[in-house]
Structure formats: C-alpha cells, structure tokens
C-alpha cells in the first residue's frame, strides 16, 4: 500500500516526518539513503520487539534481512538508496527478525523521498500473519473439497448456469460411463433424456434468473451406451461474495434406477392385484399399520351400494350391525397386535338395506423386507348357508322327534304287549313242568324253553328301557345316563365309570335327551371296537355349556382313515346335536385308545316348553 509516494521538494515544505510516521495505521519506519533507520513508530516497535532507541541508526537489516537487495550490490555513493532496492511504491514479502529471534512475516513497500536536497525511504510494513493463516485454512478448505468432491459416492458436478460442466467427479463418470475428459465436454443437456430436456433447461434458467436456489428433481439421463437411467438431481446455487450474482451450479445426482424400476413392478403388481381383486367373487379389503382399512375392491362397493371415499377409514364400519361391532373390534384389535390371521363373522347392511352375515378372514401382509405392512383380508357372503343350516337344524329336529315319538311306541308296545305275552308264555310253561307225572328229559326241555324266554323278556325290557328312558323322564339326565352305564355293566360284562359335575341346576330336555342318545351310541361303539372292558364317562357343566367326554384306553384307530368315510354311528351323534349348534371332537390313536368330547351350549335362561323330569336338579334326583 503507497501512502507517500515520489514528494518533491516543491510539493513539501516543513513537514513533520516524526509525527507523520507516528500518526500511520500500520508499522512505519524511515531510513537514510544508506539504508540505516533515523525513525519508526510505535507499531514498528511493537512488530518488532524493539525500542525506539534499539534500532535507531542501525541498519535495516537488523530486522529485515535482504530488504534492500545489498546481497548482489552495494549502495553507491551517486546512489545512496541503493541500485537494488525495490521500484518507489511497489511490495515484497520477507521474513522479519523478532527481537527474541522469532520470525515474522511481513509485507514492504519502499516509497522513495526527497528533501532538502536529501534521499530517503520509507517503508510501509504489514504483519501478514493472520492473513497467511487464512490463506492457509483457504487452501485447506478447497483441498477438503476437491477431495470430498471428487470422493464422493454419488454424482456431482460443477456447472455455469447455462449447464456446462466445469468439474465432474468419479462417482457422475461412472454413472454416465464416460471418462472425465469426455463428460467436461458435454453439458447437462446432453445427458439429459429427450424428453426431460425442456424441463431441464427451464430449471437452468430459473436458477440463472435467481428465481430458484434449490432445486430437487427427478430426471432421467443417457448413459453413453444409450441405456435410460434415473437419477435423483439436486441443483444450489453458488453465489458471487460482492455482487450475490449466480455463477456456479453444484449438481448432485443419485442414481435411483434400481428404486424406479422396482417401483414401476410394484405399480404392475399392484394393478394386476386391483384386476383380480376386482374379478374375484368376493368381498376383498386392505388394512394399513394404524388398522384403517385403504382399499376395498369393486365386489365390496357393489355390495354396500356406496362410493370408496365414504367406506375408506372407518366410515364401512357404519354398516356393521350394532350387536356386532364390539366383538369384531376385538378380534380385530388382537389380531393386529399379534400378527395372526383371523376369521371373525358379524352382520352388515347390504345396498337394499338387508342385514347380512358375512366371514370376514383376515391376514397379516408383509413388505419385502419382511417388516409389518397391515392386513388384507376377504369376506363371504354366508347368509343363505346359515339358512340352509337352520332349515337342516330344523328337519334333523323334526326327523329325530318322529323317531323318538316311534321309539316310544315301540317301547310301549314292547312293554306292555310282547313281554306280557311272553311273561304269560313262561308261566304255562312253569304250569306245565309242575303237573305230574312228567318224564326227566321233557322237563329238562321245558326248564329251557323256560330260561330262554325269560332272558327275552329281559332283553326286551332292556331294549324297551333303552327305546324310552323312563328315568330320564322322571329322574334326570345324570341319574338316566348312570342307570344306562350300570345296564351296560351288567349285560355286556364291561366295567364303566361314570362321574358327573358342576352340571347346572336346569337341563332342557330336548339337550338331556340329545346327550343321553350321543352316551349310548358312543359307548356302544366302544364296547364293541375298542377291544376293552373298562370305559370312563363324564358329564360336566362348563361356562355357558355342557360337556359329555368318553374316554377307552383300546386299539385307537387311524384319524385320517376313518375320516375317508364316517360310520352310521358318528353321523347319528353329529345329527343329535346338530339342532343345538353343538360340537363333537374325537381324538385317537393306535393302541392308545379314543376319547370323544360333545360340546351343547346351554344358554343361562333357556327353558323348553316340554321340560318335565329331565329338568329336575340334581338334589331332588337324589332324594
């Protein structure tokens, strides 16, 4: 910096140098032709290290090695200033000598004097330190970037405003598959797909415009082999420091390809999803992470009659019947929060406002990554079964009332007329053998024929008893059901146990019937396949049910062959409780025996109108 420059003896007059050096903003000092220093400032002084009167008089050299240039030449006595020393005005950098022997450096400018006929110099001197510092941390910077530029693991490019690439990096050349020096050749447009160049360039205008600074976009590019490819671009700006005006461009592409492709087969996925959904003759929905439902397919609006927007979210679950919603809630609600399938059934209103049942199944769906994405679910319109059960419920009702309406004529006429008639047969017959005389032999025969109808007339009661059970009318269902396994006892020399408990106070009698039947028919079966001669029986009352379990530890049999084709005996007691909405279970395997388990609900308040002996309680069964 010149603050004095070439002051001619006509242009200065009495001037003060002492103070004029003392008063400058920087370092000053000024020296003879010879080089020596006649005076300095303060600041000179402190850059330094030095007293005034230290340096006063001594050569410049003291602090400033080689600032004069005496190392090619010596001053002149014609020059005192010294041949070499630095044209009037211009600077240098050297490197100034502390008094401790610390180096300094510095920036000097000579400025050439003359007055009074006398040379001098003055030298204006600016400690650069902070400023070589910070060129330093500059170039440090820059370096940083270019290496974290050029390192980078996605695209980036330097560009002018227009698009032409200054700088590039790698990562863009090996996305592109051109080499450096053929990528800075080109410019963005070049590279841009054809149909993305418009948008591209109107983009490189509004930032050149300053309309835009940041720019996010994707675009599609062309790979030198001419192969589309997709790149996340993402455009700032770089600004002038005085003027603010846009100079540079600073692209970074991300390569997205593999995301876009994956993208576009998940579309198609999805659309021949939405196809076959909307072709299926079901009703099909789609549930989110926060259990809102986000799809229902076309069956499923023709269904309810309304537009998607209003079934989205909860708004479907308006057309639930009301004795229906917490239930489903529920089921649903658990199984979102386990991640199990579920099958639940509720009534909701079709479009011509009847009420319908359907079976809703519902499945946890999972993205690729195999994280929780929600439910997908499809319901069946299951109303008209539910009709034909009942209708089948109500034949198989009747159907078992007329044969137990025939049972009991049966039973009657086996009571009260066959085994009469063969009660009166046995006592001829004991008429006959006590008339004398009779011969040996012949009343060896009677005495036969005489046994032998008294065990039909006792096969007859039994079977009469068994036809209509007289104790489960009068008695109960646990008193009919051990009188029946005591019978078995003692005809068929096989020992069964029977236990009952917590059996409610009040059976119907259709359900007391139905069990006693199922009791008989199962321990028949066991008695005569199981190959033992020992069974458990057990009537339990359960919450809201009734339990019947018969349990033989025998040869078992084969589930799945017997399945291929059920006996006349399990579909007896499957048709028993059918009427009941019960359940029948059966459990075996080879030589470890069979347990079968009827299941009737008993609702708390259910009465029958023909309740008569079998509803009585267990007390008064007793008594």
Not at 555 to 582: C, H, N, T
Not at 591 to 608: A, F, M, S, Y
Request: aromatic share 6%; proline share 3%.
């Amino acid at each position: 910096m010149s603050i004095l420059q070439d002051i001619s003896d006509s242009k200065v007059v009495n001037v003060n140098l002492g103070a004029f050096i003392d008063s400058a903003p920087n370092p000053m000092m000024m020296m003879d032709g010879h080089g020596c220093i006649i005076a300095l400032n303060t600041l000179c002084e402190t850059l330094f290290g030095y007293e005034h009167s230290d340096l006063t008089n001594r050569p410049i050299e003291t602090v400033l090695p080689g600032a004069l240039g005496h190392s090619k030449s010596e001053p002149r006595d014609d020059d005192p200033a010294g041949s070499s020393t630095q044209v009037s005005g211009s600077s240098r950098e050297l490197i100034g000598l502390h008094k401790n022997g610390s180096t300094i450096p510095i920036e000097i400018s000579f400025h050439k004097m003359h007055f009074e006929n006398q040379k001098w110099i003055l030298a204006s001197i600016a400690d650069v330190r902070e400023r070589n510092r910070v060129l330093k941390n500059l170039q440090e910077s820059e370096e940083r970037f270019r290496t974290v530029f050029n390192d980078a693991p996605v695209g980036m490019a330097l560009t002018s405003t227009l698009g032409r690439f200054i700088f590039v990096n790698k990562a863009l050349c090996d996305f592109l598959g051109y080499g450096r020096n053929e990528l800075s050749a080109k410019d963005l447009l070049a590279i841009t797909y054809e149909e993305d160049r418009e948008r591209t360039l109107h983009q490189l205008r509004q930032t050149a415009a300053g309309d835009a600074s940041d720019i996010t976009i994707e675009t599609r590019y062309l790979h030198k082999s001419g192969q589309v490819l997709w790149g996340d671009s993402r455009r700032s700006l770089l600004r002038d420091s005085e003027t603010r005006k846009t100079r540079y461009l600073v692209s970074q592409i991300v390569d997205i390809t593999d995301r876009k492709h994956m993208e576009q087969s998940l579309r198609e996925t999805e659309q021949r999803f939405r196809t076959i959904a909307d072709s299926a003759p079901v009703l099909i929905w789609m549930s989110e992470l926060n259990k809102i439902r986000s799809y229902f397919n076309r069956r499923w609006l023709e269904f309810t009659g309304r537009e998607l927007e209003k079934e989205l979210a909860n708004g479907w679950i308006q057309r639930v019947h009301p004795q229906d919603v917490s239930n489903f809630s529920e089921v649903y609600a658990n199984s979102f929060e386990h991640r199990t399938p579920f099958a639940v059934s509720y009534r909701i209103e079709r479009h011509d406002g009847e009420y319908r049942w359907l079976v809703d199944t519902g499945t946890p769906r999972f993205n690729p990554d195999g994280s929780f994405a929600g439910f997908v679910g499809c319901c069946i319109d299951e109303t008209d079964r539910r009709a034909a059960e009942d209708v089948l419920r109500n034949i198989s009702r009747r159907l078992i009332e007329a044969q137990e309406k025939e049972r009991r004529r049966i039973a009657r006429e086996l009571h009260d007329d066959i085994n009469q008639r063969l009660a009166m047969l046995a006592i001829e017959l004991q008429q006959l053998d006590s008339s004398p005389p009779l011969h040996a032999r012949r009343h060896e025969r009677i005495d036969r024929l005489f046994k032998r109808t008294m065990e039909i007339s006792a096969d007859l009661q039994a079977l009469s008893h068994e036809l209509h059970s007289v104790t489960l009318e009068h008695l109960g269902l646990a008193v009919a059901m051990r009188s029946f396994c005591n019978d078995v006892t003692r005809h068929q020399k096989v020992k069964i146990e029977f236990t009952e408990k917590d059996l409610p106070a009040v059976i119907p009698s259709d359900i007391s019937l139905a069990l006693l039947r199922v009791l008989q028919e199962g321990v028949h079966n066991a008695v005569k396949h199981s190959r033992v001669r020992k069974l458990q029986t057990e009537l339990a009352g359960k919450r809201g049910e009734i339990q019947l379990t018969i349990r033989d530890f025998g040869v078992g049999f084969d589930q799945e062959q017997a399945a291929k084709g059920e006996g006349l005996g399990l579909l007896s007691m499957k048709e028993r409780i059918l009427p009941f909405s019960g359940t029948l279970s059966i459990s075996s395997q080879l030589k470890q025996g069979t347990e079968i388990i009827v299941r009737i609900p008993v609702p708390p308040h259910r009465r029958n109108e023909s309740e008569g002996g079998c509803g009585i309680s267990r007390q008064s069964a007793s008594n």
